[in-house]
Each structure stands twice: as structure tokens, then as C-alpha cells.
């Protein structure tokens, strides 16, 4: 079982570049989340969608984009990257929304902005 | 606003001791429900555990168990005789009904770094 794939595991951008995190489900869940996580701070939600076509802001949206044209893919995009945006990127997807039932995360992609 | 705080950053224990994880959660939100994830080294989260507001009876699987109190809004994790393989950081998470969001979601306290020595 595949579960939530991200790609790439580690990236180092400049800042200013940009880049697309890819994400995909394999579980048919319609709801999917992504979350940074910053060193010794828990999750914070960025973006989250609760099907094919519908996305909604979290906590951190700011310098971030998100597309869900599929079910199963839920890519977030950053625009001129900044060293606040040095992270560790999860996204994550359930069956029911907000947490009602536990979110399978995927291993996580380390983001680094120099 | 909803909130989660572990007040322990890290801990550090010898193998086969019994250690307990604080966690107390912050919410107006009548129906919302508690987790318990675990982030090994190797950076991925695991779920362990899932508890809704209408359920205080404690749990207990294998060396895990859990005690939900909410009279003093905690869900703490206790881990019986702890091996090294237990060693990771240990997420406590809310997920409730935002007042001024007006949405439902998840919100992970900072984790506590669990150290297992040899």
C-alpha cells in the first residue's frame, strides 16, 4: 500500500525561485491537508481541500498555492521562495474531514530557502 | 480558538521505565476529538490513538495507554516499561469546531522528544 506519496524528499531553492511539492493519495480520500512543521513546533495547517475543486486556507496560507483537479493529487505550490518558508512540508489526506477520523501523512519533504 | 500544549519538550528515560506524556487541550467545542501521533527519526507520523469528547474510558494497548480527564481537559500517554525503539517525538492533536474559523480542524500541540537510553 502506497498510501500519501510526497516528492521531492529534500530541495534546497534559492530564495526567490519556485517550486511545486507533489503529492498523491492512493486511499480515495477526499479530504487532503498539507502542514509544515518548523523545528521543536508541532504541525500548522497551510492548505487543506475537501474534494476535486475545492480548496481552503489554514493557519499559514501566505506565499503558498494549491491545486486539486484529482482526487488523488493535491500539489502545493511556493512562489518566490523565502528563508521563513525552510521547513519540513507534510501533506496528508482521511476519509472524513477535520479530524474526525485519523490523517495518514506522507513522509514529509525538508525544504531549505538559502 | 482551540489549543494544545505539551509542556514537556523532552524527556529522557532508561529502558523499562514507565513514562507519561502530559497533554491538555484547549476548546468550546462540545463534540471534538483527541489524537496521539508518533514521529520516529525517520520523520514520518503515526497514528496511535483517536478519542472522542463523549468517550473518558481509558485505553490500553500493549505497553500504551491513555487516560482522557475532562474535568481537567487532558488526554495524557503513558508508556509502560519503554524500549528504545519508543524513542521519538510524540504529537498530542484536537481537532474541533472553530468559533471564529467556523470550520472544523486539527491542531497538534509541539510535541514532546521522547530519549529511551540503553
Known amino acids: 500500500n502506497a498510501g500519501v506519496t510526497q516528492t521531492p524528499k529534500f530541495r534546497i531553492l534559492k530564495i526567490g525561485q519556485s517550486m511545486t511539492l507533489q503529492c498523491t493519495q492512493d486511499?480515495?480520500?477526499?479530504?487532503m491537508y498539507w502542514y509544515r512543521q518548523d523545528p521543536g513546533m508541532g504541525l500548522k495547517l497551510i492548505y487543506y481541500s475537501v474534494g476535486a475543486g475545492i480548496t481552503d486556507k489554514g493557519e499559514v496560507p501566505n506565499g503558498y498555492n494549491v491545486s486539486r483537479s484529482t482526487t488523488e493529487d493535491f500539489p502545493l505550490r511556493l512562489e518566490l521562495a523565502a528563508p521563513s518558508q525552510t521547513s519540513v512540508y507534510f501533506c496528508a489526506s482521511s476519509p472524513t474531514t477535520g479530524g474526525t477520523t485519523e490523517a495518514f501523512f506522507g513522509q514529509g519533504t525538508r525544504l531549505t530557502v538559502v | 480558538a482551540q489549543k494544545v500544549t505539551q509542556a514537556q519538550t523532552e524527556i529522557s528515560v532508561v529502558e523499562k521505565e514507565d513514562v507519561t506524556l502530559d497533554c491538555v487541550y484547549e476548546?468550546?467545542?462540545?463534540?471534538?476529538?483527541l489524537f496521539w501521533y508518533k514521529q520516529p527519526p525517520s520523520g514520518e507520523l503515526v497514528f496511535l490513538i483517536r478519542?472522542?469528547?463523549?468517550?473518558?474510558q481509558n485505553e490500553i494497548s500493549g505497553r500504551y495507554s491513555w487516560n482522557f480527564q475532562k474535568s481537567t481537559s487532558s488526554f495524557n500517554f503513558t508508556i509502560t516499561a519503554s524500549q528504545v525503539v519508543d524513542s521519538a517525538v510524540y504529537f498530542c492533536?484536537?481537532?474541533?469546531?472553530?468559533?471564529?474559523?467556523?470550520?472544523?480542524?486539527?491542531?497538534f500541540g509541539s510535541g514532546t522528544r521522547l530519549q529511551v537510553q540503553p
Open positions: 478519542r472522542n469528547s463523549f468517550d473518558e
Open positions: 476548546t468550546r467545542d462540545t463534540t471534538y476529538y
Open positions: 486511499m480515495n480520500h477526499n479530504y
Open positions: 492533536a484536537l481537532s474541533a469546531w472553530g468559533m471564529d474559523t467556523g470550520r472544523r480542524a486539527l491542531t
